[in-house]
């Protein structure tokens, strides 16, 4: 297994992301998933909260987005069963995203609408 994240296959600017976030060790969920999602691999991974699992399926995410030709047609949809655990993966995924790739669009129910500026 790894035991650092710059040993994973990843991108330079998704290297450069998480050692700008200080994500320098991998959880044990997040160095036995992803591996296996960046080989396109479906992975299903239990774990305590606080564990890692976010940026176990993000990292993958992000890499494979970043590889699709059209950036422009490319998407991932995340479901999540609550508003908080959607607000908290928004965050992280703002926080380690590449600058090639558009922001996220987090959709909730029993919210106000309001514009999001500067996002």
């Known amino acids: 297994m790894n035991s650092q994240f710059s040993q994973f ?6 290297q450069a992301r998480l050692d700008a976030n200080s994500f320098d060790i991998p959880t044990p969920v997040q160095e036995g998933a992803i591996p296996p999602a960046l080989e396109g691999r479906d992975v299903l991974a239990t774990a305590q909260t606080g564990t890692g699992k976010t940026l176990s399926f993000l990292i993958p995410i992000i890499e ?4 699709t030709p059209d950036r422009n047609a490319a998407q991932a949809l995340i479901l999540l069963p609550t508003r908080e655990l959607a607000m908290q993966v928004e965050v992280a995924f703002k926080a380690i995203r590449t600058s090639p790739l558009q922001t996220a ?15």
């Open 64 to 67: 494979m987005l970043q590889k």
């Open 105 to 119: 669009a987090l959709v909730v129910g029993g919210m106000q609408e309001r514009p999001q500026l500067g996002a």
């Open 9 to 14: 296959p990843l991108s330079p600017a998704l």
